[in-house]
């Protein structure tokens, strides 16, 4: 996808960069029996109301589309990519040969509507959208997609842009690279997607205006000085001198981690 630069008419665009998406699909009939409504709670708690999670609320009504990740042994055809409002990646829409039935996945960088992607245990051949275990795919590889659990859905690298890089594969465990280059160890039995996530321009791009954000159910974030007493620490205009803490009084600086480091024998 190439990116958009508005002309400046109006001051909402006249900074406003965004992705062309005329060659996504739209919705048709074959997108029904696997999309579903979703009712969000906009950041508040459903008993009595009060704000539980800070930044979060209003936006515009959207679907929720089911996706599944490729279970073993399967052979499906990819027929169009697709826009979900749900996450920053494109999403595909593949055809299962062998239950025919339609189903939604993460789109991979480089395949196109009519790419074959196969999911299998054990793979001879190395292409762009398979997936298999860790311990099939040679050191050096991309990867996406990656699950803790072979019974579980992917959990590590799912962004917009992003990939993992396999350092090392071995029989029980392989080292893979986190795109916060973070090193981590997992078992070789999990499943990857060989490849990198579609749309990597999604963070050359600019919003342009305040309204966007509200139109995501993105709030405004206030600093802790502007509120009252009984909202943050620092509220109320008089936090007598006192080192900043977040909003429930732990502080920021002088070398204050919330993530405790492992002791060494």
């Given amino acids: 996808m190439k990116l958009k630069r508005l002309k400046p ?15 996504l699909s739209k919705n048709n009939r074959l997108f029904r029996p696997i999309i579903s409504g979703h009712k969000s709670q906009n950041g508040r708690s459903s008993l009595h109301g009060n704000i539980t999670v800070w930044h979060k609320g209003g936006g515009v009504k959207k ?12 052979n499906s055809i990819v027929i169009t990519t697709c826009y979900d409002p749900y996450r920053s990646s494109f999403i595909n ?14 789109a991979t ?14 793979i001879n051949e190395i292409r762009l959208g398979y997936r298999t275990k860790l311990k099939n795919i040679p050191a050096g590889c991309i990867i996406h997609n990656v699950t ?36 981590i160890d997992v078992s070789s039995e999990n499943f990857a997607t060989i490849g990198s996530i579609s749309n990597p321009q999604n963070s050359l791009t600019t919003i342009g205006k305040a309204g966007t954000n509200r139109n995501l159910g993105i709030r405004p974030t206030v600093r802790g000085i502007a509120m009252n007493p009984v909202d943050h620490p620092h509220g109320g205009r008089a936090n007598g001198g006192i080192p900043s803490v977040t909003p429930w009084g732990l502080p920021t600086k002088c070398g204050f981690y919330l993530i405790k480091k492992k002791k060494k024998n």
């Fill in 63 to 74: 679907l929720y589309r089911n996706l599944d990740t490729l279970k073993q042994d399967t």
């Fill in 9 to 23: 008419i109006t001051n909402g665009t006249r900074h406003k960069i965004k992705i062309q998406k005329n060659l």
């Fill in 148 to 183: 803790t659990n072979p019974n579980l859905k992917a959990q590590y690298i799912k962004a917009a842009g992003t990939s993992g890089q396999v350092l090392e594969s071995g029989e029980k465990t392989a080292k893979i690279r986190l795109p916060s280059k973070k090193i």
């Fill in 109 to 122: 960088k480089g395949v196109f509507p009519g790419s074959l992607i196969k999911s299998s245990c054990e």
């Fill in 93 to 106: 829409l593949n055809f299962e040969l062998k239950q025919k039935k339609f189903f939604f996945n993460i």
